[in-house]
């Protein structure tokens, strides 16, 4: 399995607060991406990183900022969380754009 | 964007049956891939599979890039084949994959 953790596994946070998830890879992958896992609405990309400092938005970034200072950590930062962005949230690695992408375990958040 | 559809969208098996599980795309793609995600949450991958036929144990993927569809087939399906089953595509270099909608898989023993 590839080495992909996410923190915290669970968290239950209130609307209007701030919230960073991380995910950390021991991979050395230079692609990192962040997914967020609705019903109806199955997989949809948030952003992604190229390599470190270089981050792009995906589909659904709206509300959503992201950072990588480190090859191995890929944050996930919601400014001023709201109810719409209660989610299970992924991260993944993949070595280049041409390669099997492998992801984490997912972060359940609750926004309340 | 491009558009991914799965069929069907549920199936029930008996241990031991093989099925084929389809995905569609409405454009051209160089990077297309098949998950598996178990009934805890877990994204396995199984597959990338831009073109070409593969085959890992029970197993095996096709995909028909000039007709914008793959497949997948389980074959002497097992109760831990249960779960949902997605194809992923991206049309451009980054791996940004667009989802389908699944295919919910449940294997009766």
């Known amino acids: 399995d590839a080495g992909i953790t996410q923190s915290p596994r669970h968290k239950v946070t209130e609307t209007g607060t701030p919230v960073t998830l991380r995910c950390h890879q021991t991979e050395n992958h230079r692609y990192m991406y962040w997914y967020r896992q609705d019903p109806g609405h199955g997989l949809r990309l948030i952003h992604y990183s190229y390599g470190v400092k270089d981050t792009d938005k995906g589909e659904v970034s709206d509300g959503y900022s992201v950072s990588r200072s480190k090859t191995e950590d890929f944050l996930l930062t919601l400014e001023s969380a709201t109810s719409s962005q209660t989610s299970v949230y992924f991260c993944a690695i993949s070595e280049s754009w041409a390669n099997e992408q492998y992801f984490g375990p997912g972060t359940r958040l609750t926004v309340t | 964007g491009i558009q991914v559809e799965q069929s069907p969208p549920d199936l029930i098996l008996q241990e031991g049956a093989n099925s084929t599980l389809r995905c569609n795309f409405s454009d051209s793609v160089n990077n297309l891939q098949w998950f598996h995600q178990n009934p805890w949450g877990q994204l396995i991958n199984l597959f990338y599979?831009?073109?070409g036929t593969k085959q890992n144990g029970r197993l095996s993927a096709t995909t028909v890039a000039t007709e914008r569809y793959s497949l997948l087939y389980i074959s002497s399906s097992q109760t831990t084949d249960s779960g949902v089953y997605f194809c992923?595509?991206?049309?451009?270099?980054?791996?940004?994959?667009?989802f389908g909608g699944g295919t919910r898989v449940l294997v009766k023993p």
């Open positions: 599979i831009p073109s």
């Open positions: 992923a595509v991206d049309k451009a270099a980054g791996n940004k994959l667009t």
